[in-house]
Nanobody, 126 residues
Framework: QVQLVESGGGLVQAGGSLRLSCAASGRTFSSYAMGWFRQAPGKEREFVATISWSGSNTAYANSVKGRFTISRDNAKNTVYLQMNSLKPEDTAVYHC???????????????????WGQGTQVTVSS
């Protein structure tokens, strides 16, 4: 397993932008598919975006498609989530997750991941 640490959250006005980062420990980061999930108070954890180990395959939740972009830098052991045109409904704790993968796939269900970060709070004010 890898250890994951998120950063970059904060308070932003609606329409603003934030870039989240997730730094992973270990030398095998490029062997992992990565995902971003979020959880708002009183709600279940929901899928946001995912990226394959090479970065060539990505997928997004419909609610963020066209506004958020997931990317990764395997040399820096880091995955990013660029969030633009933020809305109050994007307010949540954002978690990154990792799953070892050699097939080039990505994963949407949280149950398919075996390593999680502690999360970073994103608050969007109206």
């Amino acid at each position: 397993q890898v250890q994951l640490v998120e950063s970059g959250g904060g308070l932003v006005q609606a329409g603003g932008s934030l870039r989240l980062s997730c730094a992973a420990s270990g030398r095998t980061f490029s062997s992992y598919a990565m995902g971003w999930f979020r959880q708002a108070p009183g709600k279940e954890r929901e899928f946001v975006a995912t990226i394959s180990w090479s970065g060539s395959n990505t997928a997004y939740a419909n609610s963020v498609k066209g506004r958020f972009t997931i990317s990764r830098d395997n040399a820096k052991n880091t995955v990013y989530l660029q969030m633009n045109s933020l809305k109050p409904e994007d307010t949540a704790v954002y978690h990154c997750a990792a799953r070892r993968d050699y097939t080039g796939s990505y994963y949407i269900s949280p149950y398919e991941y075996d390593s999680w970060g502690q999360g970073t709070q994103v608050t969007v004010s109206s």
